[in-house]
């Protein structure tokens, strides 16, 4: 291999100019290729995490009840006309502990948390909120959720009358850290609670909503003591969420849904703006693909007198094959470290220059090691293979033709 | 015509036994050499001339193994060779076989050393630096030492000719094919290429067949193998030495 590699280098060397511009071609292109999957996959990845960054992975609930179907006497009569489906919210998971071992079993669960959630109202003065009383341990649902990353004032270390609201609650009710609140539900008169702390979801609903309070207390203000009304469950790869959603559901056989499935119109537009990435980044490719083998091409018309010469001297087919192969992976490996270069260099100036008025980067790219090295072996793949048409014609070049004709 | 040797004679480096050559030409089979006797012993030096169109280049081209026989047997350095595949040609060509063309015919992208080495390389089991090393000494051969880093195109034409020569020889070839070796240079370059084959030819011994047109080239051979319309004509031996 050693004298293919001399030669291939050698002739790529005796045409710089050419080298060089075929080589700049190939990097404007991979440029565009890691610019634009750099860009995607940092938006994408952006979405997805300010999606997650208030929603656990899986929300594991009672098996919803259904109402039974219309039925029908013989010959068509209807005897129940209407079914009314059963109320959904009074139902809790009985038995959510042995549910819960069972979760934290699966091997893509990293943390779960039960939690006791209902409907209720938060009362200052005049001012009544419709809330969702939201109760879990602290550690445990930060695990699952952020929720002190997000919080403004205060802390989230709630027991016993302890509340943290949300952002706009707390406004609309007047409220900051220290002040008392009377929550209450349709079912009790409920009590007197001390907020802790004020959080920002990042959604305008949960921070008009939110209440957190310890598990117990929302057990008994919620009428479901030592009931939880869900399970929320992280897990360790966030596209792992769907299978161990199922796994769930079949193992518990209680309702469970992951967060993919909760935002399927997210999931949509992710994936065709996935489809269309990729059919740019094909697009690019074969054009990059196409003007490899077309200079390589030209080079073999070029030097068909000088490998009619190799041939002759005794150089195999296969040596001749390997020279002109070197060539489209050296172009394609050269054009990719210029192109990762350069698309790295796009991405860093439209960092600095477009950013949002608090000064952070308007395009969240996302830029990885990886990234470089996908590039760098995708494009040298595709000068391979961009080489083995002008490679397989330049071995099976006559030799007394070559020398004699060029 | 010398009388057949057989191939056990390790001092035939050459023998070719009623070798013919048909192209097919606008539907009609055209018969260019038409049963071709030859023999070239070791350190024999032998002119090939003939008229434009009488088959010499054919003829070369089936002795350098580059073009295959329509039928008759060719042996180079005792092998037998209608029965081998292309890559095993390949492999004879470069083990046995030195080739010196008309216009010298140098990679442009090596320098006079590596254009040198090659033969060597593609030969394989030889360091690059022991290639180089003994390039260079081939080079001295021809008097070009001191052109080794230089790039053929910077060579005059009788240097650029002399380059080819050392590159015929370096891989100490048992046969020396070179066609029209002088035919494009001046008379005293082509006297100093021709000596130098010559003087090759006597100090290592390497069978040498030379297609020419100048009879003045063609006296100062050994023998004379004229072909005329796809026969030999004239086989003149009268001073072979082995």
Redesign the interface.
């Known amino acids: 291999m050693?004298?293919e590699w001399?030669?291939a280098l050698?002739?790529m060397?005796?045409q710089r100019l050419q080298s060089a511009l075929i080589v700049t071609g190939v990097g404007i292109g991979v440029a565009v290729m890691v610019f634009i999957t750099a860009l995607i996959t940092g938006l994408q990845s952006s979405l997805i995490e300010r999606t997650l960054g208030s929603q656990p992975h899986v929300i594991v609930t009672p098996l919803e009840r259904e109402g039974r179907p219309v039925r029908r006497a013989e010959g068509g009569e209807v005897l129940v006309r209407h079914v009314e489906r059963p109320i959904q919210q009074a139902r809790s998971i009985d038995e959510w502990q042995k549910a819960e071992r069972v979760i934290r079993l699966l091997p893509e669960v990293e943390a779960s948390v039960p939690l006791a959630i209902g409907p209720g109202s938060a009362v200052r003065g005049n001012t009544e909120e419709g809330v969702l009383i939201i109760g879990a341990e602290p550690a445990r649902l930060d695990a699952v959720i952020p929720i002190r990353k997000n919080l403004r004032v205060g802390r989230y270390d709630v027991s016993g009358v302890d509340v943290v609201l949300g952002v706009e609650l707390a406004k609309n009710l007047g409220v900051s850290v220290g002040d008392r609140v009377r929550l209450r539900t349709a079912s009790t008169e409920g009590q007197v609670y001390v907020v802790r702390g004020i959080v920002d979801m990042g959604g305008r609903e949960m921070n008009r909503t939110w209440v957190l309070m310890s598990f117990r207390a929302a057990q008994t203000l919620t009428g479901q003591p030592g009931r939880a009304s869900a399970i929320y469950v992280r897990v360790r790869e966030i596209y792992a969420a769907e299978g161990t959603s199922r796994a769930i559901a079949g193992q518990t056989g209680l309702t469970s849904r992951s967060w993919m499935e909760s935002n399927a119109q997210l999931m949509t537009a992710l994936s065709s703006q996935s489809a269309s990435t990729t059919m740019i980044r094909f697009f690019v490719l074969v054009s990059v693909a196409i003007g490899i083998a077309s200079v390589l091409v030209v080079s073999v018309i070029q030097r068909s007198?000088?490998v009619?010469?190799?041939?002759?001297?005794?150089?195999?087919?296969a040596?001749v094959l390997r020279v002109f192969l070197i060539q489209g992976g050296v172009i394609g490996a050269a054009g990719a470290v210029v192109g990762s270069l350069l698309g790295f260099g796009l991405t860093q100036g439209f960092r600095a220059l477009i950013t949002n008025a608090d000064g952070t980067p308007f395009f969240p790219f996302s830029i990885t090691p990886q990234l470089f090295g996908l590039a760098l072996i995708v494009a040298t793949i595709a000068g391979v293979i961009a080489g083995v048409v002008p490679a397989r014609r330049a071995a099976a070049l006559?030799?007394?033709e070559a020398?004699?004709n060029g | 015509m010398a009388e057949a040797t057989t191939t056990d004679d390790e001092n035939v480096v050459l023998k070719l036994a009623g070798i013919t050559k048909a192209f097919e030409a606008a539907g009609s089979i055209v018969e260019v050499l038409h049963g071709i006797d030859l023999e070239l012993r070791r350190g024999e030096l032998c002119a090939l001339t003939g008229p434009s169109g009488s088959g010499k280049?054919t003829l070369l081209?089936i002795i350098?193994l580059?073009?295959k026989p329509t039928s008759g047997a060719l042996w180079i350095a005792g092998q037998e060779t209608s029965r081998l595949d292309?890559?095993a040609l390949?492999?004879?060509?470069?083990?046995h076989?030195g080739?010196v063309?008309q216009f010298h015919?140098l990679?442009?992208?090596?320098s006079c050393a590596?254009n040198v080495a090659?033969?060597l390389?593609?030969?394989?089991g030889v360091r690059?630096s022991a290639a180089l090393a003994k390039a260079t000494d081939a080079l001295e051969q021809v008097g070009l030492a001191d052109r080794a880093s230089a790039r053929p195109a910077q060579l005059s034409g009788g240097q650029q000719q002399r380059v080819a020569v050392a590159?015929a020889l370096v891989a100490d070839p048992a046969l020396l094919l070179a066609d029209e070796p002088t035919g494009n240079l001046d008379t005293a370059n082509s006297d100093a290429v021709f000596e130098l084959l010559r003087r090759l030819n006597r100090d290592r011994g390497t069978g040498v067949i030379v297609v020419t047109h100048d009879s003045r080239i063609a006296e100062r051979c050994d023998s004379r193998v004229e072909i005329v319309d796809g026969w030999v004509h004239d086989d003149s031996r009268w001073k072979v030495e082995v």
């Open positions: 050693r004298l001399f030669l050698r002739f060397w005796d007198k000088e009619g010469i190799l041939r002759a001297m005794g150089a195999a087919r040596v006559d030799p007394a020398i004699r | 280049t081209n350098g580059l073009a292309d890559a390949t492999k004879l060509r470069s083990r076989l080739f063309f015919h990679i442009g992208a090596l590596e090659m033969p390389l593609i030969r394989g690059p590159r």
